[in-house]
């Protein structure tokens, strides 16, 4: 059975880093694509903020993080990284980690099949 679980949240003041784990088991890690997506406080819809391809490797941001995150991946480990530096209170949400089998490394949550449960990210002095 497919599994993703995300830790590494917290609050954290504005400038401050925090580095996301996504943990996978059930399946075949390297065959997914690993999408974070983050939700804001009050809204239902869901924000992509950066993606790796299961194809070539690459990686994809949103714009409002390119330059202050960093995506990564250890096949090894069955886990990726997202390394978030500068952050900013608009940067609060709960993040979630989400697979795709064969993908690209979009960043539209529709494409997702399996979603993580999340973790609280909260940027405030």
């Known amino acids: 059975q497919l599994r993703l679980v995300e830790s590494g949240g917290g609050k954290v003041q504005p400038g401050g880093a925090l580095r996301l784990s996504c943990a996978a088991s059930?399946?075949?890690?390297?065959?997914?694509?690993i999408g974070w997506f983050r939700q804001f406080p009050g809204k239902k819809e869901r924000e992509g903020v950066s993606?790796?391809?299961?194809?070539?490797?690459?990686?994809n941001y949103a714009d409002s993080v390119k330059g202050r995150f960093t995506l990564s991946r250890d096949n090894a480990k069955n886990t990726v990284y997202l390394q978030m530096n500068s952050l900013k209170p608009e940067d609060t949400g709960v993040y979630y980690c989400?697979?795709?089998?064969w993908g690209r490394g979009g960043l539209l949550p529709r494409e997702y099949d399996d979603w993580g449960q999340g973790t609280q990210v909260t940027v405030s002095s």
């Open positions: 989400a697979a795709l089998y």
């Open positions: 059930g399946f075949k890690f390297n065959d997914y694509a």
């Open positions: 993606a790796i391809s299961s194809i070539d490797g690459t990686t």
